[in-house]
């Protein structure tokens, strides 16, 4: 009996043993388990997500590291998604000419582009501020307001106050997610309203040179057939209305070649060119007016661009054109000088006379069809075309051309073109 109760005793210790040593182990490895899962956790924590995962076993423990582990990647590649996203957006953004702002329902800003800062003048630390602290004009305050309070809103035409020759529009929608907020859109248009007040002074200016002597030509038509028999007046009304006819040949005439050259028709023809028998050749045309004025015409042409390969139809008419201005805008008795000279890469033509000079405002603009210094619609000759012929023709020759004043007074006008 006492050897069968001693067995018994001592099987209960080897069972209690063996438990207390399984559970040992089940706890070690538990706890082995435990700190890899911490271990992974904190790296994700740092975001790497791109080591491998553990064994996590396939107890409760391990199934719900697991689960987590899945969710933790699963918003990983949310995240990188999210980035890319956002990345692209911002490369757009920055890259767009229309400035964009946006702001939350709380009116702050969380959001401009590149554009929207220089045309607002916004400051680098814009980011999280007040829209109505930040942006300095009332307008635009008030349209991001009225979408933010969900107000339809209309696009608003404005110039900014510390640059009145650009020209904006405005226009701001609602956004709306969990609050309200709101998206501005700036569009520089200021391009657009110079060309459409190129077209409208072009339409103006045509009609006006068109009317004048359409309207000389009605006048001494109808007199001619009031009364044929007078010989003396018949003479000096047919030489008066060939005159304007010839006025209006030699307008229609320039602006078919404008038009010619807008769209690419004209193509540079090169050939040697006695540069100074053209201009002696164009400066004879105008010796008589020239005479007429008593002005003094002086060429110069350095040897070393008296021959140079260029397109000469195109030489000459540029000539032409940049003589007749000078010829007409130079007082009685003054000096019109013509130079041409030469370097490694270009020749220069220099034609300067000792008239009245342009206005500073106006330099850049001489070369539009049409524009005149003077707003009057009196001109001292010409259809008003010259220079605009002149810049295209200089630009189908791969050259530049420049409007200036002299030290000494009057305007300088500088062409450079290319050596061939």
Not at 384 to 396: D, E, F, M, R, T
């Amino acid at each position: 009996m006492s050897s069968i109760l001693l067995a018994f005793l001592l099987g209960v210790a080897l069972a209690a043993g063996a438990a207390w040593l399984v559970r040992s182990r089940a706890t070690a490895a538990r706890e082995t388990r435990a700190g890899a899962i911490q271990a992974v956790a904190r790296r994700y924590a740092l975001g790497d997500l791109s080591r491998a995962a553990p064994d996590y076993g396939d107890d409760d423990l391990g199934q719900v590291a697991r689960a987590m582990d899945q969710a933790v990647h699963e918003l990983g590649r949310h995240a990188t998604s999210l980035t890319r996203d956002r990345a692209r957006m911002e490369a757009i953004l920055s890259s767009m000419v229309e400035g964009v702002l946006v702001v939350d329902d709380q009116g702050r800003i969380q959001l401009v582009n590149d554009a929207a800062r220089r045309m607002l003048r916004l400051e680098r630390d814009a980011l999280d501020r007040s829209y109505v602290e930040v942006i300095r004009h009332p307008g635009i305050v008030e349209q991001i307001g009225q979408a933010m309070n969900n107000t339809p809103t209309d696009g608003l035409e404005l110039s900014l106050p510390r640059d009145r020759s650009r020209t904006l529009v405005a226009r701001v929608a609602p956004v709306v997610t969990e609050g309200h907020g709101a998206v501005l859109v700036l569009h520089d248009v200021t391009d657009l309203k110079n060309a459409d007040q190129i077209r409208r002074d072009f339409v103006a200016n045509v009609s006006h040179e068109l009317r004048t002597p359409l309207t000389a030509i009605k006048g001494y038509a109808e007199a001619l057939i009031d009364d044929p028999d007078d010989q003396a007046s018949r003479e000096r009304f047919l030489e008066i209305i060939h005159r304007q006819a010839s006025r209006m040949e030699r307008l229609v005439k320039d602006l078919l070649r404008l038009a010619r050259l807008d769209a690419g028709q004209e193509a540079a023809e090169y050939a040697p060119c006695d540069i100074h028998a053209l201009a002696a050749g164009i400066a004879a045309d105008f010796e008589p007016l020239v005479r007429e004025k008593a002005q003094h015409l002086h060429l110069h042409v350095a040897a070393e661009a008296r021959t140079v390969t260029t397109d000469p139809a195109k030489l000459h008419d540029i000539l032409r054109n940049l003589i007749e201005n000078a010829v007409n805008y130079t007082p009685a008795e003054g000096t019109l000088t013509i130079e041409v000279t030469r370097d490694d890469s270009d020749f220069h033509i220099r034609v300067a006379d000792t008239g009245p000079g342009l206005p500073e405002a106006d330099l850049l603009r001489v070369f539009e069809r049409f524009y005149r210094v003077d707003k009057s619609r009196a001109r001292p000759g010409g259809t008003g075309l010259g220079l605009a012929i002149v810049k295209h023709l200089v630009h189908v020759m791969g050259g530049t051309v420049t409007a200036a004043n002299s030290e000494q007074g009057g305007a300088v006008f500088t062409v450079r073109l290319p050596l061939r």
